[in-house]
């Protein structure tokens, strides 16, 4: 069984960064093929996918965040990290890391999910 677990800040102040860790038990973040990536929820919103490291350790951004975003993982703790710069109160929302897939059509999708995290942006 794959479990995910968030960690960081619940709140952050304008301008600043945010930095959050999904711990991965139960799987290895190294395995073929699989996505690992950050999606988030803002209040009275719908999923937004933010972006995803993979397998190999390569990284890809939604471009609308592109310029703030930073993935990066530490394969000996099994983790991998979110960074969103320069923060902005439309940043709050529940952030959510997740395992992506490929199904047979050769789209993917999430199959395992962290619980999310609260994450305020406000002085």
């Known amino acids: 069984q794959v479990r995910l677990q968030e960690s960081g800040p619940g709140l952050v102040k304008p301008s600043q960064t945010l930095s959050l860790t999904c711990t991965v038990s139960?799987?290895?973040?190294?395995?073929?093929?699989?996505?690992w990536s950050w999606i988030r929820q803002p209040p009275g919103k719908g999923l937004e996918w933010i972006g995803y490291i993979d397998y190999s350790g390569t990284t890809g951004y939604t471009p609308s965040l592109k310029s703030r975003t930073s993935i990066s993982r530490d394969t000996s703790k099994n983790q991998f990290t979110l960074q969103l710069s320069s923060v902005i109160p439309e940043d709050t929302a529940v952030y959510y890391c997740?395992?992506?897939?490929?199904?047979?059509?050769?789209?993917?999708?999430?199959?395992?999910w962290g619980q999310g995290t609260q994450v305020t942006v406000s002085s």
């Open positions: 997740a395992r992506e897939v490929m199904a047979d059509s050769g789209s993917y999708y999430s199959d395992y």
């Open positions: 139960g799987g290895s973040i190294t395995t073929n093929y699989y996505y």
